[in-house]
């Protein structure tokens, strides 16, 4: 069992940064893949990045690559998503997630956990 609880969310202006942080609770965190997906009204559910157990891989989805990195911990159990040059099309809520495996991170049906959201609203 995983609890994910994200944190940091908030309204930025186009331009500005936030940094988001997802707090786990139980054993099986630090072998877990973390993704960060995201969801405007109207909208599916996006892949925006993932990060494996280690943090020796990660992957991003093409519209945020070279402005979002993510980033773990496991020693404190949270997974990062600082998010830089935010524009009014990053708005969405933010959700991470664990998986248990690497293969399919860009699909939201292989996370078998999920944090309840953090809104991202982002002004022009």
């Known amino acids: 069992q995983v609890q994910l609880v994200e944190s940091g969310g908030g309204l930025v202006q186009a331009g500005g940064s936030l940094r988001l942080s997802c707090a786990a609770s139980?054993?099986?965190?630090?072998?877990?893949?973390m993704g960060w997906f995201r969801q405007a009204p109207g909208k599916e559910r996006e892949f925006v990045a993932a990060?494996?157990?280690?943090?020796?891989?990660?992957l991003y989805a093409n519209s945020v690559k070279g402005r979002f990195t993510i980033s773990r911990d496991n020693a404190k159990n949270t997974v990062y998503l600082q998010m830089n040059s935010l524009e009014p099309e990053d708005t969405a809520g933010f959700y991470c997630?664990?998986?248990?495996?690497?293969?399919?991170?860009?699909?939201?049906?292989?996370?078998?956990?999920w944090g309840q959201g953090t809104q991202v609203t982002v002004s022009s």
């Open positions: 997630a664990a998986s248990p495996r690497w293969i399919g991170v860009q699909d939201y049906r292989k996370y078998n956990y």
């Open positions: 990060i494996s157990w280690n943090g020796s891989r990660t």
């Open positions: 139980g054993r099986t965190f630090s072998s877990s893949t």
